[in-house]
């Protein structure tokens, strides 16, 4: 099938056509990659007709019960919601435990439902990317909610962040003393908390986890001009609340949209992308440089071990690499 | 003077040498660079015997007062403090506020002492790069103390983390809805916070301040393993509480010693430090490029509007890129 043709299928929002295409941008084949750009190119006047929203939190918090119940609920709204995600753990497509169908199958059986596992990549930049592209296919195909799930592996929450217009962080209700395992600058990024398992027995510590959090937002800077994070309760065993998590995210677009924030938003985080894509091909192709591969070793331990100054390694580094290439 | 007399003068503490030396690092000349390169490489040994310490905070929270009061205590228990900032939005070197002696004239006087304003610089990269490497000075010139302060423009409190072993976050006693302008993303850098001011009508509200600043932490996860953040009170102006701030941090060098973590940090800053600075310098090479110049700006307005996607636009720039390189 031609790029054409398999851009008017994603954009008809045929959802096979939409996997392919999303395998497409995941690949690593060279005449993949040029094939994916064509067909990106075709798609690029549809995408941005979306919220695109990021979800983490820590392990045993409800994630899967939480974006199932959530996408259930947008769906009986009339809305298309896709489900991507960012495992950098995952190192085959599909093995990741993030997106999997079988976390959510009531979900996963709507029509109006996508879900797609995290793809596999060596670093966090390569998963990223992918992911991106993912949503911007998802996107043009008529998907207007973008949901990004993330486990918390490294920078991975970072990541989501920057590809997504707001950040919506689960937690679950702790006893006073309990660690919530809240990642340090994770809990900066969010621009929505959602306290989890509101229900039965844990429905006080639900109250007062809320309460504190609540609590230690009002003690930091927003983010936004024009948005103060805020918590809320939900059971999303129960379906409950997802219709006040939707109103926030209602009001946090009308809000950025006023300033035009929002959009200003998307375009730093487009141009931001750009500039990424760069740098990493650009220390990409020095690192694979044969001939340095030795002296970048050596100069790397050197400056751990306090024998170098990081910029004159860097500069030596650079010097051999331009020569090298102007060869 | 050559390198080695430079070299040799600062190590045996010579004040004038090391402003000579820092003075040289700053400098944008080519022939300076590698002059200051070979300075750096002869000091090297010498450097990493001081504990390095991050310090910031919102306007008008006294960093100044406190720089002075703490620096006193130091020097009055035997040490010597060295005082850099990073002030980026500092246009000419001197021109910043940060970092004036004529704000910290009692410390100034004192031969223990050396206060240095921010270095100009046209990127924060810049700025953090000429700091760290007058850091390397400092401690090859014999200060055990090294602080490093910033006013809190755009992403310069994770530049000064990541050239420090531990970060200070300076807070006023507030009402209770009182934003503390404390930028987000910042508290959670934070190993230390100290809420200034706890003196006279201020001492209540600052004690209701660390405690509700205490209860926020504890909502958040550990950054390292052995040390769990906490809230320190002192008056600045008044020189109390400045043992109490010592003690946290010879607490925390030792809870971070004891885990080898101190050392595997820094070392990891190191690395990092390197790798920022190839980075820097391919894409500062890329950019300088005049035949990409104009398609530079096109591209980056083309992913900004959406028309095209961040990846495809980089690869096309990078293709280019290395072509010109390679003729």
Redo the contacts between chains.
């Keep these: 099938m031609s790029e054409q043709d398999l851009a008017e299928k994603i954009k008809s929002g045929d959802r096979r056509a939409l996997a392919r295409g999303i395998t497409l941008v995941e690949s690593r084949r060279e005449d993949h990659?040029l094939s994916a750009?064509k067909l990106?190119?075709l798609v690029?006047?549809r995408?941005?007709k979306s919220i695109r929203l990021g979800i983490s939190g820590p392990p045993g918090v409800g994630k899967s019960t939480f974006i199932e119940s959530f996408g259930q609920y947008l769906i009986d709204a009339g809305h298309k919601v896709a489900v991507l995600a960012i495992d950098p753990s995952s190192k085959i497509s599909g093995g990741s435990i993030l997106g999997d169908k079988t976390r959510m199958t009531e979900l996963s059986r709507r029509k109006e439902a996508f879900i797609r596992p995290s793809p596999a990549g060596e670093t966090l930049g390569g998963v990223a990317?992918r992911t991106?592209?993912a949503l911007?296919l998802c996107e043009a195909a008529g998907f207007d909610v973008v949901i990004v799930e993330t486990v918390g592996v490294g920078q991975s929450e970072t990541a989501v962040a920057e590809m997504t217009d707001m950040f919506l962080l689960l937690l679950s209700p702790g006893g006073g003393?309990d660690?919530?395992?809240?990642?340090?600058?994770v809990?900066?990024?969010a621009d929505l908390l959602i306290v989890n398992k509101a229900d039965g027995d844990l429905a006080a510590a639900a109250e007062r986890t809320a309460s504190?959090?609540a609590?230690?937002l009002?003690?930091?800077?927003?983010?936004h001009e024009d948005w103060q994070p805020s918590v809320v309760k939900c059971s999303a065993l129960k379906g409950e609340g997802m219709a006040a998590v939707w109103d926030k995210v209602q009001a946090f677009r009308k809000a950025t949209n006023k300033t035009g924030e929002f959009e200003s938003r998307r375009?730093d985080q487009?141009?931001n992308?750009?500039?990424?894509?760069?740098?990493d091909?650009?220390?990409e192709?020095?690192k694979s440089d044969p001939d340095l591969a030795d002296r970048l070793a050596k100069?790397?331990t050197k400056?751990?071990?306090?024998?170098?100054?990081?910029?004159?390694?860097?500069?030596s580094?650079?010097s051999s690499f331009?020569k090298g290439?102007?060869d």
């Design positions: 990659r750009e990106l190119d690029m006047p995408t941005g990317r991106r592209e911007l003393d660690l919530q395992g809240v990642k340090r600058g809990m900066e990024l504190d959090y609590h230690a009002r003690l930091m800077h927003a983010l375009r487009a141009k992308g750009l500039w990424q894509e760069v740098s091909g650009l220390l192709r020095l100069l790397e400056v751990a071990q306090r024998k170098a100054s990081p910029a004159a390694a860097a500069r580094l650079l331009f290439l102007g």
